[in-house]
């Protein structure tokens, strides 16, 4: 059973919270607080970018310190706490202990997020004079996690939110698991979140009320982010902060069990997809949302590579901004990844419109009507490669005037 | 000594022309054929796209079945003759035949090239017909070969070309060995070629009339083409028919020895370092050249694969377009290359003036002094990682709204 926004049912066990420091330059909430009734489970994942900001790395000795139990999230968007040497760590530091200080918990319970402009001191005063007012916010409505939502916002135009719940019937009693989950981001997409190594722009943020362990969360965490976050690109630009953290409260009553895991790991999937296609629907500068269905490949990870290297390609998003049905790019995109294919035997469909078959342009094919399915906000470019059965489906964006216009945007 | 235009001194044994065949919808001249009086030893590295077009495979099979002894160089632009399939590759056969009937030689004495659009069918009766004016423009002067260099242009704005000379004394006579090349390529541009798996739109010809074996040729052009070509990127993407040619005639009367190695060799490389450098400040909506000097890398390696990373990152392409001193961007870029480092180690200089060292911004950074640095057309970003001796000189630039504009056009 599916629901997005709002209307969802929210897992029980938490509260969220939101105010407005100062922080962000526009005025606006800038900072995002969610507290675990009881300490929750646990499991994160963090950029693989060499770089990364303060909040990764304090984030991460906070799982291992606590063996994967969080009391809370502080989220400051605005400032990255990026490239912010020792003084940053400090900073994180100190508005962790302000945090459990409000809440009544240690410091190494709350799990710390920054996101904003890199390299820039984080104006700590302000964040940790903001926190007792976000602790003052907190409260269980869809209201609250809304506001949440928005207060983790940067160039987003618009708030991520995905939920999912079902029932399940354990001995003779009907029990509800949910899950909730919001994420922010819109250029700097590009993720590869690993288990290990961080740095961070796009955050995401899953809670859920199943009980679980932290083994079963991570497991479960790393399967639908490699499907959904690692799968999506906006610009290929891997952030300094991406961060996914999913929490557990355990305050359905309902365990993670054999019975019930493919009905978990299903609703997980379908939050984590959702919020993934909704960063790029979203992505900065984005008219056309491209999903590639890639199949035939020797391999999923050389479809992988091939996806990647088209959705990366600035000739094809730039094709794709006017609808131009250059599928010459296509392939000559897929070709630079450097795995082995023969054109011969590829075949693409634009919108489901053959238009390369044979090593050739296809007989059938029209291009107007391509271009007419390419002028659609969403579609999808097929391409099978004829070769084995290794698949990769990766949701992408076209290169606009905008997303220059967004990203030189500079005035001294 | 370095000459550079058409005021240099041409070497011996070669003549140039060109046409207008009707291929290119601006009905600018769009056929160029080299012709060498003898035999001349060549050398060429192709694209390592995995998706090439019909004139790589057949000038790959031209060198093989002469052992690297071509007659001549024929070159059209306006079709790229990719992504055509057999009868792309039947074309292609029956443009060198014409080439061979035209002046003299077996077809496989021809090594043909092709740029622009993929995969719409070569117009071969426009080319072979084209071939006889063509080679009854030929001549040795300077114009003729500015007339080659100007043929081979599409979206270039300007020709590009290079040449050196040097005398020697052989046994107390002097005698001067020259080079001429040029080459064209504005999009599409982000080269790496190897001696094997050919794709281009790169297309860069290079005569010498010194006398050389091929496997000397191999090994000198390939040093020079790596520290060049291969250290360049307009838009990162790697192009189906990027090709570099080098051909010697010997006319020269003097031969590749011990004695001029260094000499020939040091001339060869500043007329790609010209070429490269070139078709980087006429890439397509170019108004910035940035010059990456990557040093104290773990390894050359490491350095060129972060070099890459930032040269090919969206964010700081559109940075660099409006001189935003974004250096959070650069560390961030080279971070998602997946080589280690530590900024606590890394200092960076835009324009010589220091804007990050020990892990944070630089107390001494002048925001408004590098943003004027930046508002040049061409400065260097030099960083240094503080962990060895790994070294990479990388030349790109920034990504505008008029890259945008050239790739996006399209009516249907």
């Known amino acids: 059973m599916t629901r997005n926004g709002s209307s969802a049912s929210l897992p029980l066990g938490f509260r969220w919270g939101a105010t407005t420091a100062g922080i962000k330059a526009s005025g606006k909430p800038d900072v995002a607080i969610a507290v675990a009734d009881q300490p929750a489970i646990a499991a994160a994942m963090f950029t693989s970018n060499q770089f990364v900001a303060a909040p990764i790395l304090i984030g991460q000795r906070h799982l291992k310190a606590t063996e994967h139990k969080m009391r809370a999230v502080l989220v400051n968007a605005g400032n990255a706490n990026c490239a912010t040497g020792d003084p940053g760590l400090e900073h994180c530091r100190q508005s962790c202990a302000a945090m459990g200080d409000a809440i009544g918990c240690v410091f190494d319970e709350v799990f710390p997020s920054s996101t ?75 993720p590869k979140l690993a288990n290990a190594a961080p740095h961070a722009t796009m955050l995401v943020y899953l809670f859920t009320d199943i009980a679980a362990s932290a083994s079963q969360l991570k497991e479960i965490l790393h399967d639908s982010v490699e499907k959904s976050f690692n799968a999506i690109s906006v610009d290929g630009d ?30 997980l999937q379908r939050v984590c997809d959702s919020l993934a296609y909704q960063v ?94 390419m002028s659609q906000r969403h579609y999808t470019i097929a391409i099978n490669f004829g070769m084995g059965s290794g698949t990769c489906k990766f949701v992408t964006c076209d290169l606009t005037h905008e997303y220059v216009s967004i990203n030189a945007d500079y005035s001294t």
Chains 1, 2 share one sequence.
């Open 280 to 373: 790029v629907d979203d992505g900065e500068g984005v008219t056309h949302v491209v999903t590639l269905q890639l199949t035939g490949a020797a391999s999923d990870e050389a479809a992988a590579t091939m996806a990647k290297s088209i959705a990366n390609s600035p000739l094809v998003k730039t094709a794709w901004s006017s609808g131009d049905p250059n599928w010459g790019r296509l392939l000559a995109a897929a070709g630079k990844a450097g795995v082995p294919f023969d054109p011969a035997t590829v075949t693409i469909a634009i919108g489901g419109l053959e238009v390369f078959a044979n090593g050739v342009r296809s007989a059938a094919w029209d291009e107007t009507a391509t271009h007419e399915r």
């Open 238 to 267: 891997m952030s300094t902060n991406d961060t996914v953290l999913l929490l557990a409260s355990g305050a359905s009553g309902v365990a993670l069990d054999a019975n019930i895991t493919n009905e978990f790991d299903a609703a």
């Open 116 to 190: 904003g402009i890199i390299g820039v001191p984080l104006p700590i005063e302000k964040l940790v004079a903001g926190i007792p007012k976000a602790v003052a916010a907190l409260g269980n409505t869809p209201d609250h996690a809304d506001a949440f939502a928005h207060a983790i916002m940067t160039t987003d135009t618009k708030p991520k939110v995905a939920s999912e719940s079902f029932e399940i019937d354990i001995a003779g009693e009907v029990k509800r698991v949910s899950l909730w989950g919001c994420c922010k981001g819109a250029g700097m997409i590009g």
